[in-house]
């Protein structure tokens, strides 16, 4: 039976849900930057997926913090962690989440398309709205073939004698609208199944969407998630991101390999007023995308910097190296937050 969220819509219609570790904080608040920017009346949450204690303080200090469940640790695999977002979201009031993976940026002030999907998913049959994957990976066949000797195991002997799902397109787990907690709970099963695989917690939402495919809502990925090789295929025209024609509301950071040149994955240090982190950053190639992300993390920084400074995220250029970082990582400075300073 379908347990819908509609207990939950009387605080609030939707909420964005991300997650992060220490090394993807500032990725992550570039994208709630972007999510306060164009989505402000909606609410935002970051599943711990292994934050320093500096970082933890942060979130909770935002009220943005979802723990990690006592049957998880935040040492588990973040694959792990992010399919297991129902545990996470479990006796809390947040209308229906969207799932958006923390190197996605916001593009557009789109809150009504959003409420649309959220609308239909309340009112009809479908639980997921998740848009296909692109590049060579574009179905679950040529997951199989392409990775034949691979990392797929268990997926391969899982759809080994179903040849419909084989031919589904494969779908992208960056950006997910959920309306039925029962899908979490096949989420979170499902991957426990395919635990090790490659990308087996994508690999694993797949499989539920594709055995019951009257419960998925197909989005346009041009629109709700402008990945891979739809990267080469954005046009800007009036300060707005076109992509193949169509006006996108999010673009994410990622590619099939760091070596298709459309994002670079490099790791740097940000500083402001003296105070200084070594970071990872995704960063798109194209100007208009790294512009925007430039100016995300800006005002993050500009508008968080004293409860960075003061919770230690950023630290006093000139503390020394063989310290324990003051980060809370246990970690040396100079193998921490030193490393570049």
């Not at 972007?34 to 303080?57: A, H, N, R």
């Not at 940000?270 to 512009?291: Q, V």
């Amino acid at each position: 039976m379908k347990k819908s969220w509609v207990l939950f819509m009387s605080k609030e219609r939707l909420s964005f849900v991300t997650g992060a570790n220490d090394k993807y904080f500032f990725m992550c608040s570039i994208l709630l930057q972007s999510l306060e920017k164009y989505f402000p009346e909606i609410s935002c949450f970051v599943m711990d997926f292994g934050l320093t204690d500096s970082q933890t303080k942060f979130f909770e200090t935002k009220k943005q913090l979802l723990k990690v469940p006592p049957h998880l640790k935040k040492t588990d695999h973040f694959f792990k962690l992010k399919s297991s977002v129902g545990s996470f979201l479990k006796d809390q009031s947040i209308g229906i989440p969207i799932w958006v993976d923390s190197d996605i940026i916001a593009v557009a002030p789109e809150s009504n398309q959003l409420f649309e999907i959220a609308d239909r998913l309340s009112c009809q049959r479908e639980q997921i709205a998740i848009g296909v994957n692109f590049g060579v990976r574009s179905k679950i066949t040529n997951i199989r073939e392409h990775l034949e000797d691979g990392p797929t195991p268990k997926l391969r002997a899982t759809v080994a004698n179903s040849p419909e799902i084989l031919e589904s397109p494969y779908l992208n787990s960056g950006l997910v609208f959920f309306s039925d907690f029962k899908v979490f709970e096949d989420w979170e099963n499902t991957a426990s199944l395919l635990e090790g695989d490659w990308l087996w917690e994508q690999n694993a939402l797949n499989l539920i969407c594709h055995r019951n495919r009257s419960r998925v809502l197909t989005l346009d990925s041009r629109v709700w998630n402008v990945h891979c090789e739809l990267l080469k295929k954005i046009t800007i025209d009036d300060n707005r991101v076109y992509c193949d024609g169509q006006k996108s509301i999010f673009a994410h950071a990622t590619t099939p390999t760091p070596s298709t040149g459309d994002v670079d994955y490099v790791r740097m240090t940000i500083s402001k007023n003296g105070y200084a982190c070594n970071t990872y950053l995704r960063l798109f190639t194209n100007s208009f995308l790294r512009m925007a992300q430039d100016k995300h993390l800006s005002d993050f920084l500009s508008a968080n910097f004293v409860l960075l400074k003061d919770l230690n995220v950023l630290l006093k250029q000139g503390t020394r190296r063989n310290e324990c970082c003051p980060c809370g990582s246990g970690k040396a400075f100079k193998h921490c937050h030193g490393t570049h300073l």
